[in-house]
T-cell receptor
């Protein structure tokens, strides 16, 4: 199995631009999680989906952030407009019916 | 709200020594406690987990203990090696919900 796949691995953009992060979960997994990691705040859950349905988006910072999961094999996290404080590493993770979550390699985002 | 406190934030040991990282949690409904290892530039990787129906679990040089009454759990690494150097995260959760992570412990093993 290829594991969780994220793209791009690195993204540098200017303030105000739209950023789209992509995730392909492990085949057969029915839960998908988006996390943000910073030095100050550690690993924070942004949103998670069960069977493609958003269950908890209380961690989404503000309306500039949105996430979709149109099917079981693909999810996007979009930031529009981006701000320098959004600079972080964004991780996607997936799990099956057990609680074990498997993380992707992350997308390192830098907003100038 | 629920949170996980993890200590210490940094830990330096000599190769061959043992390392212990401790976490406490607040949600009594939690029944799943994984530990993740994160190497530089990579995503967290699960190294061991424990569920609330057991008190201890071992996997070679790694062991985890759980005290549900006191709401704390610990990671024990014996005979540490330089390749054990990484950031370790504890987490807690339950079936059907997301995990809550500790702030992480940076372990440095010097040879």
């Amino acid at each position: 199995d290829a594991g969780v796949i994220q793209s791009p691995r690195h993204e540098v953009t200017e303030m105000g631009q739209e950023v789209t992060l992509r995730c392909k979960p492990i085949s057969g997994h029915n839960s998908l999680f988006w996390y943000r990691q910073t030095m100050m705040r550690g690993l924070e859950l942004l949103i998670y989906f069960n069977n493609n349905v958003p269950i908890d988006d209380s961690g989404m910072p503000e309306d500039r952030f949105s996430a979709k999961m149109p099917n079981a094999s693909f999810s996007t996290l979009k930031i529009q407009p981006s701000e320098p404080r959004d600079s972080a590493v964004y991780f996607c993770a997936s799990s099956s019916s057990t609680e074990t979550q498997y993380f992707g390699p992350g997308t390192r985002l830098l907003v100038l | 709200g629920e949170n996980v406190e993890q200590h210490p934030s940094t830990l330096s040991v000599q190769e061959g020594d043992s390392a212990v990282i401790k976490c406490t949690y607040s949600d009594s409904a939690s029944n799943y406690f994984p530990w993740y290892k994160q190497e530089l530039g990579k995503g967290p990787q699960l190294i061991i987990d424990i569920r609330s129906n057991v008190g201890e679990k071992k996997d070679q040089r790694i062991a985890v203990t759980l005290n549900k009454t006191a709401k704390h759990f610990s990671l024990h690494i014996t005979e540490t090696q330089p390749e054990d150097s990484a950031v370790y995260f504890c987490a807690e959760g339950q079936a059907g919900t997301a995990l809550i992570f500790g702030k992480g412990t940076t372990l440095s093993v010097s040879s």
